[in-house]
């Protein structure tokens, strides 16, 4: 389906040789976005069986990529990704992970679609971005299910909240991952457009740690006050999904007692979300 000579994909261990990585993960290194005018890399990481088979798998596109398969790469930790889905594989869960880096400091801005404090959202634009550059890319070079229930979003803090706008407002995925989601840009927007915009045929797994503040550049006598604020935010979120007639069939909502803001945390919990997001896909 793809072509490494013809194509700018590169094996993961010509580009990483000293990284240990589980499976295989291929690359494509300053790929250009021309709806935000920068260049990222692109990592993909495919099933076991896609080198022996001729199925086609969900996709799911995920934020931050730097941390996602590798702590080399990473500037917090890694949520074991590639780990975590071979695992799965072998319960016959499986897909194509997409994972899309960030742009350092820029992500505050890419992965909100409100102004806020840091700036101007581009939030829309990089959208634009998954769906009319990226995604048109992944399918034309993998053997991808292309249909919406089939591909979604996935990612944690501000990569949450764009993953719950993103099918909100999106024909284009069907399911969201949604971890400790930060909805403080425009003073929690995000509640009006999933009231407004987000359909009921939806897949979402959103979480939260009880504690995700105690990592956070937060003073020690605030952390209390701001896990709780932060806990509350995510509680408001659940409640209006629950309003809209999200139930247990649609909807998983996860609350980790002790859970801190952090990929290890995430790492944890992410087994049961994939399970839930995949688990009645045919393909």
């Given at each position: 389906?793809?072509?490494?000579?013809?194509?700018?994909?590169?094996?993961?261990?010509?580009?990483?040789?000293?990284?240990?990585?589980?499976?295989?993960?291929?690359?494509?290194?300053?790929?250009?976005?021309?709806?935000?005018?920068?260049?990222?890399?692109?990592?993909?990481?495919?099933?076991p069986?896609?080198?022996?088979?001729?199925?086609?798998?969900?996709?799911?596109?995920?934020?931050?990529?730097?941390?996602?398969?590798?702590?080399?790469?990473?500037?917090?930790?890694?949520?074991?990704?590639?780990?975590?889905?071979?695992?799965?594989?072998?319960?016959?869960?499986?897909?194509?992970?997409?994972?899309?880096?960030?742009?350092?400091?820029?992500?505050?801005?890419?992965?909100?679609?409100?102004?806020w404090?840091?700036?101007?959202?581009?939030?829309?634009?990089?959208?634009?971005?998954l769906?009319?550059?990226?995604?048109?890319?992944?399918d034309?070079?993998?053997?991808?299910?292309?249909?919406?229930?089939?591909?979604?979003?996935?990612?944690?803090?501000?990569?949450?909240?764009?993953?719950?706008?993103?099918i909100?407002?999106?024909?284009?995925?069907?399911?969201?991952?949604?971890?400790?989601?930060?909805?403080?840009?425009?003073?929690?927007?995000?509640?009006?457009?999933?009231?407004?915009?987000?359909?009921?045929?939806?897949?979402?797994?959103?979480?939260?740690?009880?504690?995700?503040?105690?990592?956070?550049?937060?003073?020690?006598?605030?952390?209390?006050?701001?896990?709780?604020?932060?806990?509350?935010?995510?509680?408001?979120?659940?409640?209006?999904?629950?309003?809209?007639?999200?139930?247990?069939?649609?909807?998983?909502?996860v609350?980790?007692?002790?859970?801190?803001?952090?990929?290890?945390?995430?790492?944890?919990?992410?087994?049961?979300?994939?399970?839930?997001?995949?688990?009645?896909?045919?393909?």
């Amino acid at each position: 389906m793809y072509n490494m000579i013809d194509e700018q994909w590169r094996n993961f261990s010509e580009v990483y040789p000293t990284i240990a990585i589980c499976g295989d993960i291929r690359i494509w290194q300053d790929f250009y976005s021309p709806q935000l005018d920068n260049k990222r890399d692109i990592l993909v990481w495919l099933p076991p069986d896609y080198a022996t088979s001729e199925r086609r798998y969900p996709v799911i596109y995920v934020h931050d990529a730097q941390n996602i398969f590798a702590n080399e790469l990473s500037f917090v930790g890694e949520w074991g990704f590639d780990e975590t889905m071979t695992a799965l594989a072998s319960e016959g869960i499986s897909a194509i992970i997409v994972g899309v880096n960030n742009m350092g400091e820029a992500r505050r801005v890419e992965y909100s679609p409100f102004d806020w404090e840091y700036g101007k959202g581009l939030g829309d634009a990089y959208l634009a971005f998954l769906t009319d550059t990226l995604k048109p890319l992944i399918d034309t070079h993998f053997r991808t299910q292309t249909h919406p229930s089939h591909n979604g979003l996935l990612g944690s803090s501000m990569g949450g909240l764009i993953s719950l706008y993103g099918i909100a407002i999106s024909d284009v995925f069907g399911f969201g991952g949604v971890f400790s989601p930060y909805f403080a840009p425009d003073n929690g927007a995000i509640h009006r457009v999933v009231e407004q915009r987000l359909s009921p045929n939806k897949r979402i797994y959103m979480d939260v740690g009880t504690r995700e503040a105690d990592n956070l550049n937060v003073p020690p006598e605030e952390k209390d006050v701001a896990s709780q604020r932060y806990l509350e935010s995510v509680r408001q979120m659940d409640r209006l999904l629950r309003q809209k007639g999200y139930d247990d069939h649609h909807y998983l909502y996860v609350e980790d007692e002790g859970g801190i803001h952090h990929e290890i945390a995430w790492a944890r919990r992410l087994p049961n979300a994939i399970r839930f997001l995949l688990s009645e896909l045919s393909y």
